[in-house]
């Protein structure tokens, strides 16, 4: 997937996806497969904004049960299924322990684990099942509930990098035929007749702008939907209300992934083993600021840390490593209580709520549904367009499917003087397409460079990014396609020689060089900001 900014030019595009989250990806891929002509814009990069701000879990949606939204836990309980199918290396498996501390808990809870079995009827997971309080220490020593009274354990699915199922999607869209460009800004829409038929774009890097024709446009922008659609409709009757979510990356508090309740609010929290920490979180509160410089407040970060310890009572804020935050797109009225909300998304066609052809906008959706949300609004197109083409995602693997099995690794890494733990680390981030960076370790000794201590990327990772993923800025690939900027020390000590090598790779000058790290360097401090206002423990 190479990115090419002229590639515009090739005439009248069918379908323009605005927005390079895991949905928009998902649905270039969908309509790439079906033979639609496909160009996605994304003003950022694949994944920048909520895909690689979340929570990191495929699921059903526990909590929305007490909301009845039955039709959505279904939703993505089959498409957790799915997941598991065409993204093996991706989605993996992930139990989680519910302690109980009532008996009108436990009553509840064993009401809601049978209706989440009942709904995912066709699953591959284990069923649910009660630990006594004795057992349930067992499995977690460090667990410290007072009144203790059990444990459900249930089971769900992690994505420990949605990054890269974003990218994956993205490269399965690109071999299929797409155009897929990140760092492209949209900059207005043109209409004539009642109907959009031009979108004007500006490359990001070199800031040349282009007009492209399409015949049909899907905004499937997130929390920037809005911005979108105000470029042409007033009035939209259709927009997104944003809320925020934090997370904690801790040091690693237990061994088992929890589903806890606040006590204050009584807020379902997450405490997760994620690589070599605890994943937190998280909340969710009405956010009507600039969605380009998010951080967790102190405020958010003592709540999950107050209420973390209620079950983990040793940890404290000089544990956190560092935080994220993000922001979900909900339909919603403005009077609504956030919590209240449906998770579900919305597909909106403009001719119909709005008088405008040629604009369909995907509102609100959880990462789960993602591929079920893009067969939605590509079967969508294909009316509009006179298009009779099935979907075929469902059963079309993505590129690194399957991944290695464990012998084969360790039968791989000697010949490539690697640990058994990096190259089983490269099978877990990319699947099968591992054995493209390790080839290239092989041909080329410095490959193997260790980018830091605190990470098991290599330096051969910087060239798959940039030769074959379209990695265009430092952030691209310590954040979105390697691992190491999700390490404790958020890439720091690594951004000289990644700006190094990409510099080399890409031609970078001196200056651009120093403006790269200096960006990346800002974007890593905006995620430890909230240490300037809250003391070392909480």
């Not at 065409?86 to 519910?98: G, S």
Request: proline residues 4%; glycine residues 8%.
């Amino acid at each position: 997937m190479k990115r090419d900014f002229n590639a515009i030019g090739q005439g009248r595009f069918d379908l323009a996806v605005v927005g390079g989250g895991v949905i928009g990806t998902g649905i270039a891929r969908d309509a790439a497969l079906r033979g639609i002509k496909t160009l996605l814009l994304e003003r950022e990069d694949y994944g920048y904004g909520t895909t690689s701000r979340s929570t990191r879990l495929i699921h059903g949606g526990l909590r929305y049960l007490s909301h009845f939204d039955f039709k959505l836990v279904r939703q993505d309980l089959r498409e957790r299924e799915t997941l598991l199918k065409i993204a093996p290396h991706l989605v993996k498996p992930l139990a989680f322990l519910l302690p109980l501390t009532s008996v009108s808990q436990r009553l509840v809870m064993a009401a809601g684990m049978q209706m989440y079995d009942r709904l995912s009827y066709d699953k591959s997971v284990p069923s649910y099942r009660h630990f006594s309080p004795q057992e349930t220490l067992r499995l977690e020593p460090s667990l410290e509930i007072r009144g203790l009274r059990g444990s459900y354990e249930f089971h769900d699915c992690q994505v420990q990098f949605p990054e890269r199922l974003c990218v994956e999607n993205a490269l399965s869209a690109a071999e299929a035929g797409a155009v897929m460009l990140n760092h492209t800004e949209v900059v207005g829409m043109e209409k004539a007749n009642g109907a959009v038929t031009t979108v004007r774009v500006k490359d990001a890097l070199t800031k040349e702008t282009k007009a492209v024709s399409a015949r049909l446009i899907v905004n499937v922008a997130g929390h920037w939907a809005n911005g979108i659609l105000k470029m042409v409709i007033d009035h939209p009757q259709n927009e997104v209300r944003t809320t925020m979510g934090i997370h904690l990356v801790t040091r690693k508090i237990s061994n088992h992934a929890f589903v806890l309740f606040a006590k204050s609010d009584g807020r379902l929290i997450f405490a997760i083993p994620w690589q070599d920490y605890s994943l937190i979180g998280t909340t969710d509160t009405p956010y009507s600021g600039d969605p380009d410089f998010l951080h967790a407040s102190a405020e958010d970060v003592a709540y999950l840390v107050r209420e973390t310890r209620q079950a983990f009572p040793s940890l404290s804020a000089s544990d956190i490593c560092y935080t994220f935050a993000g922001l979900r797109s909900l339909i919603g009225s403005a009077g609504q209580k956030v919590s209240n909300i449906s998770r579900s998304h919305k597909l909106v066609d403009h001719e119909t709520t709005d008088g405008l052809k040629g604009l369909i906008s995907v509102l609100g959706g959880k990462m789960t549904g993602y591929r079920s949300i893009a067969e939605e609004a590509v079967d969508l197109v294909c009316v509009k367009l006179g298009i009779n083409a099935r979907c075929t995602t469902a059963e079309t693997p993505l590129p690194g499917a399957p991944a290695h099995s464990g012998k084969a690794i360790e039968k791989t890494a000697p010949g490539n003087r690697l640990s058994p733990d990096i190259v089983t680390h490269l099978n877990d981030v990319y699947g099968s397409r591992c054995s493209r960076v390790l080839q290239a370790a092989q041909e080329d000794p410095r490959g193997k460079q260790p980018l830091c201590s605190h990470s098991k990327d290599i330096l051969a990772q910087v060239w798959q990014a940039v030769n074959e993923e379209s990695a265009l800025t430092v952030s691209d690939f310590l954040l979105r396609r390697g691992t190491v900027g999700l390490a404790s020390c958020k890439g720091l000590d690594s951004v000289e020689v990644v700006a190094l090598e990409m510099g080399r790779m890409l031609g970078w000058s001196i200056g651009t060089w120093q403006e790269q790290a200096r960006d990346y360097r800002f974007t890593a401090g905006l995620q430890t900001q909230f240490k300037q206002h809250m003391g070392a423990d909480t």
